[in-house]
């Protein structure tokens, strides 16, 4: 997963059943688009997409070889995505948690965190050089409420929440695939993808 998304994880803290994630997966408003492999001996992935007017939400789980349970399930949409799709996103986290306990993680917390110390000279160019006990406490703090108005006020100053934010409410709703191409397409690369050359620069 590259620039063009908004990525969460949901850490469900201990292995759950697939074909309970799936069921509550699609209960919670997706719709799966590819038959999974029935080889149990390879892994497994379950793709999901939620295509409304507020915009795409994607869903991926990902099964190991001779498992019937997974870990996590990941949740994502594009930075070109009008900011209803926030609201769209939410309902399905809020959904989910009806159903089952986890803990949201905003992996771009994570990205923006990291960004801000290399640009400091405290990580290296590989983003190596944290101690573990400084990595948790940033993995820690990517851990967010399933809270609407507060992922909104965006406290951190998170380039791409801005970014979304600051779309048109009349904007096309768009699958992250078609992201790049459409970023390419409509000369907008420095909009959306200049902050991370900004950012990297102030070393």
């Not at 719709?31 to 080889?39: A, M, Q």
């Not at 149990?40 to 994607?58: M, P, W």
């Not at 997974?70 to 594009?78: D, L, M, Q």
């Not at 905003?106 to 923006?112: G, L, S, Y």
Request: contains cysteine; glycine residues 4%; hydrophobic residues 35%.
């Amino acid at each position: 997963m590259g620039l063009e998304a908004y990525l969460f994880q949901l850490d469900l803290g201990k292995p759950v059943e697939v074909d309970f994630l799936d069921e509550i997966i699609c209960h919670s408003g997706f719709e799966r688009t590819n038959k999974p492999s029935t080889d149990k001996e390879e892994y497994r992935s379950y793709f999901y997409e939620l295509d409304t007017k507020l915009g795409v939400t994607e869903a991926h789980m990902l099964v190991s070889p001779r498992k019937s349970k997974a870990n996590s399930i990941n949740v994502r949409f594009s930075v070109m995505s009008p900011p209803t799709v926030i609201s769209q996103t939410f309902s399905i986290f809020r959904e989910l948690s009806a159903r089952i306990e986890f803990d949201l993680i905003d992996t771009e917390i994570i990205n923006h965190l990291y960004n801000v110390l290399r640009s400091e000279n405290k990580v290296d160019d590989q983003y190596q050089g944290l101690s573990k006990a400084a990595q948790k406490q940033i993995e820690e703090r990517a851990k967010i409420e399933i809270d609407e108005d507060l992922f909104k006020k965006n406290e951190l100053k998170v380039m791409k929440r801005e970014l979304v934010m600051e779309n048109s409410p009349e904007k096309e709703a768009i699958r992250n695939d078609e992201t790049i191409f459409r970023i390419e397409k409509q000369g907008l690369v420095n909009k959306y993808f200049g902050w991370v050359l900004k950012t990297l620069n102030k070393k």
